[in-house]
């Protein structure tokens, strides 16, 4: 993408002013979404979009700067200007020895994203929306969008480091609105890979609009949530998104250095429930949120967070690494080459227990079965979250009863931990994109059926 040549003036004059590493970071992606609204294509976009970022650092000091211009001279100018925030020295030395990292692909690809698959892209949206519209007549609208991204990136470093690594994500939404009088309730599906366009053909298409319709019609129909401190039963899948905000970021070290997460300095402490294991791991083959590489250039990793309860490790990445006196965990990433990288999730989740999804419901005598998450918030210092739940039932004398609207879910990530008393054995993956400080990126949420004792449900009586 750049000659090595090239790259070893950028980072030599990156250095001038007494920094201690550089970074150049070159990215050249193809992305495009398609776009149809009530069975007809609305849009079709495509792009490219290429950059270079360059990230100095000295000690716990960071500078980043990034340009779509690549000539020698504007990088090297760039280079300059961004050193320039550097105090304290000249120049360091930084070894300039580029060796090329031998990558291990292990995510196949079969059919790689190009416009050759429109067509047949738009055939499978025009089937997700006559099965979505068909479900029930309270169906008003549908809308889906298939996206593919292909992303080639380069990563070198004053350490020596040169790598190179492509990237190719598939994802389809299905979004559904049912209306009931002057209700409107809507329901989703979003399955995604990082794989090519034979993940859309070897999807269910059927099934996920079935499922984004049926939230819809169950939920405009309901009624109101009850309010009150409740056990709630969480189903597998996309329901670690709950893990993910209120837990997940605090154990990025870029909450945990500063000391703004309330994980921070807890490692060996117990923190949940015996019963729970979490787990973030970049590995998973095909996986939404994996990667060969992170966005720093090295390699991605299962790291185990949590085990039988006991906090185990961190999300670091290499300022984290500087700033906490840990090695790095392959978790620093990006959104593009217009984002410094930082220590952010790949595929993170709850692991097995021993208990099925029906035991669980059959010893909870009164409480809320949230099937579907939706989206939240948290406040990574004190770990208080606030989550919608997109479908939700009540479970009474330990069946799954009537459908209600409304719920929420608030509490504190670490309290909610410890009262975790049942974890099924359904584990399951959800995707998503999470949005932080370096950008919105794809990742895997997961867990098996998971039950907290007692959570504060918002929601209200029934007008």
């Known amino acids: 993408m750049l000659q090595e040549r090239l790259i070893i003036n950028v980072l030599m004059a990156s250095l001038e002013t007494g920094a201690d590493f550089a970074e150049i970071f070159v990215e050249d992606k193809i992305s495009g979404r398609l776009e149809m609204v009530g069975g007809i294509l609305e849009s079709s976009l495509s792009g490219r979009d290429y950059g270079v970022g360059i990230r100095i650092l000295k000690g716990n000091f960071s500078v980043y700067a990034f340009t779509n211009d690549s000539s020698e001279?504007?990088?090297?100018?760039?280079?300059?200007?961004?050193?320039?925030?550097?105090?304290?020295?000249?120049?360091?030395s930084g070894v300039m020895d580029l060796r090329r990292a031998v990558i291990d692909n292990r995510h196949s690809v079969a059919i790689m994203p190009d416009s050759s698959q429109k067509k047949r892209a738009i055939e499978l949206m025009r089937r997700a929306h006559s099965t979505a519209a068909a479900f029930d007549p309270s169906i008003a609208q549908t809308k889906i969008h298939a996206t593919h991204q292909l992303q080639h990136v380069l990563i070198a470093n004053t350490e020596g480091l040169l790598a190179e690594d492509k990237r190719v994500y598939t994802r389809l939404g299905i979004s559904a609105v049912a209306e009931d009088g002057d209700q409107k309730?809507?329901?989703?599906?979003?399955?995604?890979?990082?794989?090519?366009?034979?993940?859309?053909?070897?999807?269910?298409?059927?099934?996920?609009?079935?499922?984004?319709?049926?939230?819809a019609v169950t939920m405009v129909k309901a009624g109101f949530a009850p309010s009150g401190r409740l056990p709630v039963v969480i189903d597998n899948g996309f329901g670690g998104v709950l893990f993910h905000e209120a837990c997940g970021h605090g154990l990025e070290s870029t909450s945990v250095a500063p000391g703004s997460s309330v994980f921070a300095g807890k490692l060996g402490e117990r923190v949940a429930s015996p019963l729970v294991t979490a787990v973030d791991d970049g590995t998973i083959v095909n996986a939404w949120g994996s990667l060969n590489i992170d966005d720093e250039g090295a390699r991605t990793q299962r790291n185990v967070l949590i085990e039988n309860g006991i906090?185990?490790?961190?999300?670091?990445?290499?300022?984290?690494?500087?700033?906490?006196?840990?090695?790095?965990?392959?978790?620093?990433r990006r959104q593009s080459y217009k984002f410094a990288p930082a220590s952010r999730m790949n595929n993170t989740f709850i692991c097995n227990g021993t208990s099925t999804r029906e035991e669980i419901i059959a010893n909870t005598e009164y409480g809320i079965y949230a099937k579907s998450m939706g989206g939240g918030s948290v406040n990574t210092a004190t770990s208080d979250f606030n989550f919608a739940v997109q479908e939700a039932y009540i479970i009474r004398n330990g069946k799954i009863e009537e459908p209600v609207k409304g719920a929420t879910l608030i509490g504190k990530g670490i309290d909610c931990l410890s009262k975790i008393d049942m974890v099924g054995n359904n584990l399951e993956h959800g995707q998503g994109m999470c949005g932080s400080v370096s950008g919105s990126i794809p990742v895997n949420c997961g867990q098996p059926t998971i039950r907290v004792s007692e959570m504060t449900v918002g929601g209200r009586k029934g007008e």
């Open 73 to 92: 001279s504007n990088l090297v100018a760039v280079a300059r200007s961004a050193a320039a925030a550097i105090r304290g020295g000249g120049a360091s």
């Open 185 to 215: 309730q809507s329901g989703f599906s979003g399955p995604g890979a990082y794989a090519g366009h034979e993940f859309l053909e070897g999807l269910d298409i059927e099934e996920h609009a079935r499922k984004a319709s049926r939230i």
């Open 311 to 332: 906090l185990k490790g961190y999300l670091i990445d290499r300022m984290g690494s500087r700033r906490m006196g840990m090695p790095a965990t392959g978790s620093g």
